[in-house]
């Protein structure tokens, strides 16, 4: 296993790697002690030229960027989550799905509530694009965690891809 990190134009970013692919990955913090906290370990610096590494930089640098060839590690999620993630992939880049669109395409209609829960627990973001699935009535999601910091950096991250 691996564990890297990377800081960005909103803070340190950092994931851990191991042999059956991104196992996780914590959004951008403005505080060093919380991401080894979040990880669970001290991040090293990635080899130069690593393509995860280029790939996270270019993405948090506000360039359109496919991060859909990442390998995620799923062992142990639930056939729903697993297939929720697949969906929220394919989402592109500046483009948008409410919870109700997610579920439906994920073969669960009615099921957005378990879709928000799939995306509050995500531990692939932004690789499992979440800030780009929202509420039926706007932009909605899990920001009362933190006192609402997630939620702005959703707001940033749609932002940063062209949405208002």
Not at 29 to 42: H, R, S
Not at 96 to 117: D, F, H, I, K, L
Not at 122 to 131: D, K, L, T
Request: net charge positive; proline share 10%; with cysteine.
């Amino acid at each position: 296993m691996s564990c890297y990190r990377l800081e960005t134009p909103l803070g340190w970013i950092g994931w851990r790697e191991g042999p059956h692919g991104l196992q996780r990955l914590v959004l951008p913090l403005p505080e060093w002690g919380q991401l080894v906290a979040d990880l669970g370990g001290e991040p090293q610096a990635p080899p130069v030229g690593q393509p995860v590494a280029a790939a996270f930089a270019a993405f948090w640098a506000g360039q359109p960027t496919d991060l859909g060839w990442i390998v995620l590690d799923q062992r142990g999620s639930s056939p729903f989550a697993s297939a929720v993630r697949q969906v929220v992939r394919g989402i592109p880049w500046g483009a948008t799905m409410t919870y109700g669109e997610v579920a439906r395409a994920a073969g669960r209609p009615g099921a957005a509530r378990a879709v928000g829960q799939v995306m509050r627990l995500n531990p692939f973001a932004p690789v499992v694009p979440c800030h780009r699935v929202l509420a039926a009535a706007g932009l909605g999601g899990f920001g009362g965690q933190t006192g609402g910091r997630e939620l702005r950096l959703k707001e940033q991250m749609l932002r940063a891809e062209g949405r208002p």
